[in-house]
């Protein structure tokens, strides 16, 4: 609550208004973990993508508007594949604002993953500092050159040796203090006699190891305990890992050490009380600390780590950051295959807001470590390789998510998984239509249908069969409906219609007998009667049985509202909408404000532009209300749409709004709206909206 509440004040601070606060408010607590949009696993997870670009763009654009700013990212080496692109495609956004933008990286990362467009930019790599640099920092070190108690020789050594890595220099220092070479008496420093014959490692490694090493054995357990919980840890958690290590005095002498900084809020902490967070000092000292641990000992903390998080988080963590946690510690412990399944639930978190590169990382790495595992788990993976396929295929690498379909069809064959076979057909199919093999696509969904008409397929009855036979038809309908055979659309559609309706009916069988409820399956049988009465209703709609296609859609939404389906709803809002705009203009402005009212419940901007546009086609019809009304919405539709990004539906309300004007006789502004309307549709090569 105490969260929820900074980040309002924040964004109403920065000039936020009402209507802004509740567009943006949601989607940043959604990204903080603080669960304030309850309903985002009903947004479509690109539009949920493009809903925190906005967010973070709306942020930036308000403080902006308070002057030039400068917004400092570091260690772009440890980003995600979804911060890099939400940074260049703000940097493309904000190109011609007063913001400058300092990115800084280690070698490990690539300045070409952030090739800006329309932002000018520069890359600087640092080469390492000059001598003369190197020996100002090391005279500032001591309070200037009059007062630097380092001999000539010793001098020359130390510059040597940091090579111009100001880190090394400073490393080089404190391995001379702790060893005694260098002495602080009253303020000044001392170097004593004979200094020039001492030992210094010529790495940086080696240096930090030595200053280990020389630390006393309790402070050096507790270094090592806190290196397990990463470069930053809570107090908390480092006492119940290794409630030896917890001790305020080691703490409090790892920090004057310099290896740990306390980051407390409370500057008026007792010396004596514990920080409620430590850092390292640097991620090269975290480094060295963590390696220096025996192996088993290292197993043995990772493995306590783990556990005592999942007591803390659960094992449902809201935020990917402790889903990560609990990946990292079990996987380097003694249960790899826990680690492994977290790895999995963090693929899901990623692929639920389209950060599809890093959901791909996340189950490539679940996969090493199960197919390494004595025992395989072979339903982990193949559930792992075949939500890896569903995300290859949208990031246009076809092949690889085949290979994906094809092991996990070759493992199901194997082990007689026919609901499992028909599934991987089905999307097999898929891959083949957008690869342009149309009639190799409608092999796949046959052969997926002749699986579950075979004796080796579960019983007839069985609600799970029904399901996938529905989503097999309602593909076989879908692929009709594209490529303009409407009546086999109808045809495909009635029967995953019949088909999800028996599953439906299973599922209440089932919990009469039982008693005990499936909300799992009674979902899915509802998500696919809603579909599949939506796909038939847009066909009648081609066919001209419009009164026929209003009574099918009626129906989807009713199911979706009834199952708490809202985002299957709310397509059905948009289709009813389109259609009742000819029929019956007043009840397609109470349709799509009823669908509008759904779409800002569930947060989803994508649809609330889409209804938009069409209430202001509703309110033309409804010549009384276009002046005012009609221009309203569809303003609003375009300024969603600007603010999403999403160009392929912002010629739509463009050309709503041109109409708008060229009935009402301003021809010059209705020209310049067909004419942005056009230039967008042509560089999306769309035909259609080109026409328009």
């Not at 988080?313 to 249960?335: I, K, N, V």
């Not at 296609?549 to 709803?569: K, M, N, T, Y």
């Amino acid at each position: 609550d105490e969260a929820r509440h900074k980040v309002e004040q924040g964004l109403r601070a920065l000039g936020a208004d009402d209507i802004e606060l509740a567009l943006v408010g949601p989607v940043v607590g959604h990204i903080l973990g603080l669960q304030e949009n309850a309903r985002a696993s009903e947004v479509e997870p690109e539009r949920l993508k493009r809903q925190i670009f906005m967010s973070l763009r709306s942020v930036l654009e308000r403080r902006l508007a308070h002057g030039p700013a400068v917004l400092v990212v570091e260690d772009l080496q440890w980003a995600d594949a979804a911060s890099i692109e939400g940074l260049h495609t703000l940097a493309d956004w904000l190109f011609d604002r007063p913001l400058l933008l300092v990115l800084s990286g280690r070698p490990t990362f690539d300045p070409a993953a952030l090739d800006f467009g329309r932002a000018e930019h520069a890359v600087v790599r640092l080469a390492p500092l000059t001598d003369a640099a190197i020996e100002a920092q090391l005279f500032a070190l001591f309070g200037g050159a009059g007062a630097y108690p380092i001999d000539a020789a010793l001098h020359r050594r130390i510059v040597g040796l940091a090579g111009g890595n100001p880190l090394f220099l400073e490393e080089i220092v404190r391995s001379l203090i702790s060893e005694g070479i260098l002495v602080r008496e009253a303020h000044r420093w001392r170097c004593v006699p004979g200094s020039t014959a001492v030992e210094v490692p010529s790495s940086l490694e080696g240096l930090l190891l030595s200053r280990v090493d020389r630390l006393p054995a309790p402070a050096r357990r507790t270094l090592q305990s806190a290196a397990i919980l990463g470069s930053e840890f809570e107090f908390a958690l480092l006492s119940a890992v290794d409630e030896d290590a917890a001790d305020p005095a080691l703490l409090n002498l790892l920090c004057d050490s310099e290896f740990l900084v306390p980051v407390c809020s409370d500057t008026q902490r007792e010396p004596q009380q514990p920080a409620p967070r430590y850092r390292f000092a640097s991620t090269l000292a975290h480094d060295v600390a963590y390696e220096n641990l025996l192996l088993r000992r290292r197993t043995e903390l990772h493995q306590r780590a783990g556990t005592i998080l999942e007591q803390l988080r659960g094992t449902s963590p809201a935020r990917l950051e402790d889903l990560d946690a609990l990946c990292h510690h079990f996987s380097r412990g003694r249960d790899p295959a826990r680690g492994a399944r977290y790895l999995a639930c963090a693929g899901d978190w990623a692929r639920g807001i389209y950060a599809n590169d890093d959901a791909v990382r996340y189950y490539d790495r679940a996969l090493c470590i199960l197919e390494y595992e004595a025992e395989h788990d072979v339903e982990a993976i193949g559930g792992i390789r075949e939500h890896m396929g569903d995300l290859l295929g949208p990031m246009g690498r076809r092949d690889q998510a085949r290979a994906q379909f094809e092991a996990v069809l070759a493992w199901a064959g194997v082990t007689g998984n026919v609901l499992r076979e028909a599934r991987m057909q089905r999307k097999l199919a898929g891959l083949h239509w957008d690869a342009g093999d149309r009639e190799r696509s409608f092999t796949c969904l046959r052969t997926g249908l002749q699986l579950l008409d075979s004796t080796g397929a579960p019983a007839q009855d069985d609600a799970g069969t029904a399901i996938e036979r529905a989503h097999l038809c309602q593909e076989m309908g879908r692929l009709a409906f594209r490529t303009g055979d409407n009546r086999a659309a109808v045809e495909w559609e009635e029967r995953a219609l019949q088909q999800a309706e028996r599953a439906a009916d299973r599922a209440a069988e089932r919990a009469a007998e039982r008693g005990d409820d499936d909300p799992v399956a009674r979902r899915a049988a509802a998500a696919a009667i809603s579909h599949a009465l939506n796909t038939v209703g847009a066909a009648l709609a081609r066919l001209e049985r419009f009164g026929e296609a209003v009574e099918h859609i009626e129906r989807s939404v009713a199911v979706a509202e009834d199952a708490g389906l809202l985002q299957a709803a709310c397509r059905s809002y948009a289709n009813l909408g389109v259609l009742y705009a000819t029929l019956d203009p007043g009840r397609a402005v109470t349709t799509c404000q009823t669908g509008l009212a759904t779409a800002r419940k569930i947060g989803d901007l994508g649809f609330q532009s889409r209804l938009y546009a069409n209430l202001a086609v509703a309110y033309c019809a409804l010549t009384q209300r276009c002046d005012d009304e009609g221009l309203q919405a569809a303003q609003s539709a375009i300024d969603l749409d600007r603010q999403l990004g999403q160009v392929d539906h912002l010629a739509v309300p463009l050309i709503v709004l041109g109409q708008i004007h060229q009935c009402h006789g301003d021809s010059a502004q209705a020209l310049r709206y067909y004419s942005e309307a056009l230039e967008l549709a042509e560089k999306m090569g769309d035909g259609r909206r080109q026409s328009a």
